[in-house]
């Protein structure tokens, strides 16, 4: 079955950086898609990142254009956020995503806090 499981969240100060990744098993990786999303307290889940298969295109949320990046890597079956110049807007549950076969997969999401 489908697994995905995120890690690398914690606190960090507004400016710094972190990365997260998301392992993923139970389907053909690299013929997928790959979505980062995140939820706020409150707030609605949003998508933050998107990279595709063939090539590697990205997009991004306005919000994190310029300061995340999202990247693959096929032979390891991960996903990974690169979040740099961090702001405590950006605190949420973050979540990696796919979609097969019309069904959405989510992880157990990993907590970023941005605080000083």
């Known amino acids: 079955q489908v697994q995905l499981v995120e890690s690398g969240g914690g606190l960090v100060q507004p400016g710094g950086s972190l990365r997260l990744s998301c392992a993923a098993s139970?389907?053909?990786?690299?013929?997928?898609?790959m979505y980062w999303y995140r939820q706020a307290p409150e707030k609605e889940r949003e998508l933050v990142a998107k990279i595709t298969t063939v090539g590697g295109s990205t997009n991004y949320a306005d919000s994190v254009k310029g300061r995340f990046t999202i990247s693959r890597d096929n032979a390891k079956n991960t996903v990974y956020l690169q979040m740099n110049s961090l702001k405590p807007e950006d605190t949420a549950v973050y979540y990696c995503?796919?979609?097969?076969?019309?069904?959405?997969?989510w992880g157990q999401g990993t907590q970023v806090t941005v605080s000083s």
């Open positions: 139970g389907f053909t990786f690299s013929r997928y898609a």
């Open positions: 995503n796919i979609v097969r076969g019309g069904i959405p997969y």
